[in-house]
């Protein structure tokens, strides 16, 4: 079946440092991907998303890019902050079972120190 | 506008025992999700429902789980002759169509530990 594969955590950084945080996956169709993310104490949230092949996702200065021929969906922060400290959790969507059913990675906690 | 609640937020069982958790998904949201949350992992799919119907329980562990959708929006898993191995975040989903573009929100989750 279709699954995710994410970097192991935790990960620790430096304010205003560049983050990457790797995520590949295996699907069998054209799956839609997702970055959830967990912060201290809260439920999971949507942090971006993208559809299609080459489509790029963004928000709060995050960026992923679909990368169809590397099966591939990794997220980066030119400069982190205190406030990204949180789990962070690669996702698909997978139509296999007839639902729109979400396939995650085991997520990837990120510290990040002033 | 309101999110996602589930409650009760904890519950501590004991093993053998009978439990309900409750979704109450965000208002016109036709597609419900629960997903089970292990320490240290990422959430597992369990049921979806579409409307009223469970469309895909392909999820669900073993006949011990059911989960029920009766009119649409208040979701409620139940777990029956609870075991230690049940201990887990259980999380419910709501987005408002169910198509694989959709973005799907989540509660807080219920704390399930069964002793």
């Known amino acids: 079946g279709d699954s995710v594969t994410q970097m192991e955590g935790p990960v620790t950084l430096s304010e205003e440092a560049f983050l990457t945080i790797n995520c590949t996956y295996t699907a069998t169709g054209y799956p839609s991907l997702f970055w959830y993310v967990q912060y201290p104490g809260e439920g999971l949230q949507l942090l971006l998303k993208a559809t299609k092949a080459d489509d790029k996702g963004s928000n709060k200065g995050f960026e992923a890019t679909y990368r169809k021929e590397t099966t591939s969906f990794h997220l980066e922060k030119g400069s982190v902050q205190v406030s990204d400290s949180a789990v962070y959790f690669c996702a698909l969507s997978d139509r296999q079972g007839g639902s729109e059913k979400l396939v995650f990675g085991k997520g990837t906690k990120l510290t990040v120190n002033p | 506008g309101a999110g996602v609640s589930q409650t009760p937020s904890n519950k501590v069982t004991e093993k053998g025992k009978y439990v309900e958790l409750r979704c109450d998904p965000i208002s016109g949201h036709t597609a419900l999700y629960w997903y089970r949350q292990s320490l240290g992992q990422g959430p597992e799919f369990l049921i979806y429902?579409?409307?009223?119907?469970?469309?895909?329980d392909s999820g669900l562990p073993n006949d011990r789980f059911f989960a029920v959708r009766p009119e649409g929006s208040v979701s409620t898993l139940k777990i029956q002759r609870t075991e230690r191995g049940d201990s887990a975040v259980y999380l419910c989903a709501s987005s408002l169509t169910g198509q694989g573009t959709d973005t799907q929100y989540f509660g807080p989750g219920t704390r399930l530990t069964v002793l």
């Open positions: 429902f579409q409307g009223t119907g469970a469309a895909d």
